[in-house]
Nanobody, 121 residues
Framework: VQLQASGGGLVQAGGSLRLSCVASGRRVSMLAMTWIRQVSGKNHEIVATVNWNGDTTTYADSAKGRFTISRDNAKNTVYLQMNSLKPEDTARYYC???????????????WGLGTLVTVSS
């Protein structure tokens, strides 16, 4: 399984970005998907997770009400819509996949390289 994230960039506080992650490989549409972020020098944090068919989602408290995860299995793509961005959202955002919705970052089997999001104040 290969994952390619895109959509990061520089945005002002209060702005929005949509991240995309295209998955390739066997049975990727059957995998749970997640967005995990890492602030430089800090631990990874699971931001949002979606199950294989999109009907179950979970969010970190820091993301609730601002971020929305979704997926389009016809395109093998998962999205993270981020609104009302804050400087503390600045991080590298990784998409990851696994047969199950894991609750810790190290539990996810497949990782992409990530995309950098920078939110200026």
């Amino acid at each position: 399984v290969q994952l390619q994230a895109s959509g990061g960039g520089l945005v002002q506080a209060g702005g929005s970005l949509r991240l995309s992650c295209v998955a390739s490989g066997r049975r990727v549409s059957m995998l749970a998907m997640t967005w995990i972020r890492q602030v430089s020098g800090k631990n990874h944090e699971i931001v949002a997770t979606v199950n294989w068919n999109g009907d179950t989602t979970t969010y970190a408290d820091s993301a609730k009400g601002r971020f929305t995860i979704s997926r389009d299995n016809a395109k093998n793509t998962v999205y993270l819509q981020m609104n009302s961005l804050k400087p503390e959202d600045t991080a590298r955002y990784y998409c990851a996949a696994d047969p199950q919705m894991r609750t810790i970052p190290s539990g996810w089997d497949y990782w992409g390289l990530g995309t950098l999001v920078t939110v200026s104040s």
